[in-house]
T-cell receptor, first 117, second 113 residues
Framework: DAGVTQSPTHLIKTRGQQVTLRCSPK?????VSWYQQALGQGPQFIFQ???????QRGNFPDRFSGHQFPNYSSELNVNALLLGDSALYLC????????????????FGEGSRLTVL | KQEVTQIPAALSVPEGENLVLNCSFT??????LQWFRQDPGKGLTSLLL?????REQTSGRLNASLDKSSGRSTLYIAASQPGDSATYLC????????????FGTGTKLQVIP
């Protein structure tokens, strides 16, 4: 049973560039959320996707956008990169809260380490 | 707004010692509380999930308790081992959504052989 997979694992960009990160949820999960974790901090919620729509959003600017595909996989896009966007980006998956299968447990991938120079 | 605090920020213990990690949260109207482990530069591994109706959960040498009324949870690790060295994070969902989760900043544990 494949867990949550993310790609790429590491990447380096320069200020002003754009980046796309990818996530495949755990088998059977339909809801994906993204988190940003700066060094030495806890993860911060970016947004959540279910049924190909953004359902909830944290306190992040519009430069952060996402997408969910019919197979439940998801992308996180960040435009006009800033030095402060350097972080570990984590994807989490679960069953949707409204479904019987949901226990509320989140499963995380290994993350994508983004460095902005 | 939910705020989560973890104390201590760092902890160093000799191998074999029993230890307790603390997590406190400001809004007691939570659906559940989840404890995670994070190794340096890696993702989060789920350790224990406690539903709001439960008082504790156990998995092997780990035991997590939840006291919603006081806004506290503890993670008890018995007979610590060097392989337990990692950062431990607790997380609670915001009211109205399971995945808008608020994390503490973690407790960095070092178990010395």
């Amino acid at each position: 049973d494949a867990g949550v997979t993310q790609s790429p694992t590491h990447l380096i960009k320069t200020r002003g560039q754009q980046v796309t990160l990818r996530c495949s949820p755990k088998s059977g999960h339909d809801t994906v959320s993204w988190y940003q974790q700066a060094l030495g901090q806890g993860p911060q919620f970016i947004f959540q996707y279910y049924e190909e729509e953004e359902r909830q959003r944290g306190n992040f600017p519009d430069r952060f956008s996402g997408h969910q595909f019919p197979n439940y996989s998801s992308e996180l896009n960040v435009n006009a990169l800033l030095l402060g966007d350097s972080a570990l980006y984590l994807c989490a998956s679960s069953h949707h809260p409204g479904t019987v299968k949901n226990t509320g447990e989140l499963f995380f991938g290994e993350g994508s380490r983004l460095t902005v120079l | 707004k939910q705020e989560v605090t973890q104390i201590p920020a760092a902890l160093s213990v000799p191998e074999g010692e029993n230890l307790v990690l603390n997590c406190s949260f400001t809004d007691s109207a939570i659906y559940n509380l989840q404890w995670f482990r994070q190794d340096p530069g890696k993702g989060l591994t789920s350790l224990l999930l406690i539903q709001s109706s439960q008082r504790e959960q156990t998995s092997g040498r780990l035991n997590a308790s939840l006291d919603k009324s006081s806004g506290r949870s503890t993670l008890y690790i018995a007979a610590s081992q060097p392989g337990d060295s990692a950062t431990y994070l607790c997380a609670v969902p915001a009211s109205g959504g399971y995945q808008k989760v608020t994390f503490g900043t973690g407790t960095k544990l070092q178990v010395i052989p």
